[in-house]
């Protein structure tokens, strides 16, 4: 099992967010569990390597 974090909130009537280790991919839903159902599936096209050019966010250490 992979644990992700994300960002999320509401917007009107809809949910948005996006996976925290890529922010360029949002997506949305009508309910918060629609919402979690959109990223798993975003997550799993990402992570796939399917998409070409993937924007990640990462932490560098520096000492």
Do not use: C
């Not at 999320?8 to 629609?34: I, S």
């Amino acid at each position: 099992m992979v644990k992700s974090k994300y960002i999320y909130w509401k917007d009107d009537d809809m949910w948005l967010g996006h996976l925290e280790e890529f922010p360029d991919y949002w997506t949305q839903g009508e309910t918060e569990e629609e919402l979690k159902e959109n990223l798993i599936d975003i997550y799993k096209e990402l992570t796939s390597g399917s998409i070409p050019n993937v924007r990640r966010v990462a932490e560098l250490e520096i000492s």
